[in-house]
């Protein structure tokens, strides 16, 4: 699958932003194949498949951002894939929304 450049730069925009207003290590944000980053604080993972992990298409995370109370639906669509008693992440992706709306 080849990167498109404009998502590219949206997808590391919003992770920058989800790694700054969450760090730590207990859960894999993974967005393939743009980037994937550990999140949330309480844990720290090294090796192997993580016991937390949330997956999503750029576009999807795009989407999210920009509608942050879609987590649920997306979620029960198969458009991301949540893994794990911590991979709840909707209540992040608000904050975050707020934070991308901010110039």
């Known amino acids: 699958m080849q990167k498109d450049p404009v ?3 949206q997808v590391k925009e919003i992770l920058n932003i989800i790694k700054e207003l ?3 290590g207990l859960v894999e ?3 393939p194949p743009y980037a994937a980053i550990q999140c ?3 844990g ?3 090796r192997g498949t993580p016991p937390n992990t949330v ?4 576009q999807v995370l ?3 951002i920009n509608d942050p109370s879609s987590w649920h639906k997306l979620c029960a669509q198969g458009e991301i894939a949540a893994s794990g008693i911590n991979s709840d992440l909707s ?3 608000v904050i975050a929304a707020t934070k991308c709306a901010q110039p």
């Open 7 to 9: 998502i590219a730069a």
């Open 22 to 24: 969450s760090p730590g």
């Open 29 to 31: 944000l993974r967005i």
């Open 40 to 42: 949330v604080a309480g």
């Open 44 to 46: 720290n993972h090294k």
């Open 55 to 58: 997956e999503m298409s750029g």
């Open 62 to 64: 795009i989407k999210l």
């Open 91 to 93: 209540e992040l992706f």
